[in-house]
């Protein structure tokens, strides 16, 4: 059994109006120092698999078919045993 730590965060060129939104709110509290905000999402999946590459295979398959969006999101994943 693996786990799977996912991040999916939107390309750079791709415009990201929450992360806008975020960041004017934290100007607007005196937080003056944050320069930029991007907002993601992060998924962990238990996968039960032989090997760490077969459970990395699952997840990026999993990334491309459905949990990331080819166009706009770009994506991370990390394998580690699970506890």
Same mark, same amino acid.
């Given at each position: 059994?693996?786990?799977?730590?996912?991040?999916?965060?939107?390309?750079?060129?791709?415009?990201?109006?929450?992360?806008?939104?975020?960041?004017?709110?934290?100007?607007?509290?005196?937080?003056? &120092?944050?320069?930029?905000? &991007?907002?993601?999402?992060?998924?962990?999946?238990?996968?039960?698999?032989?090997?760490?590459?077969?459970?990395?295979?699952?997840? &990026?398959?999993?990334?491309?078919?459905?949990?990331?969006?080819?166009?706009?999101?770009?994506?991370?994943?990390?394998?580690?045993?699970? &506890?």
């Amino acid at each position: 059994m693996y786990t799977a730590y996912i991040t999916v965060t939107l390309r750079p060129a791709i415009l990201d109006p929450q992360g806008k939104a975020t960041h004017h709110a934290l100007q607007n509290l005196g937080f003056d &120092r944050i320069n930029s905000v &991007r907002i993601g999402k992060y998924m962990e999946l238990q996968i039960s698999a032989d090997t760490e590459e077969d459970a990395e295979s699952a997840a &990026r398959a999993a990334c491309k078919k459905l949990l990331a969006n080819p166009i706009m999101e770009d994506y991370t994943v990390q394998i580690e045993p699970a &506890r």
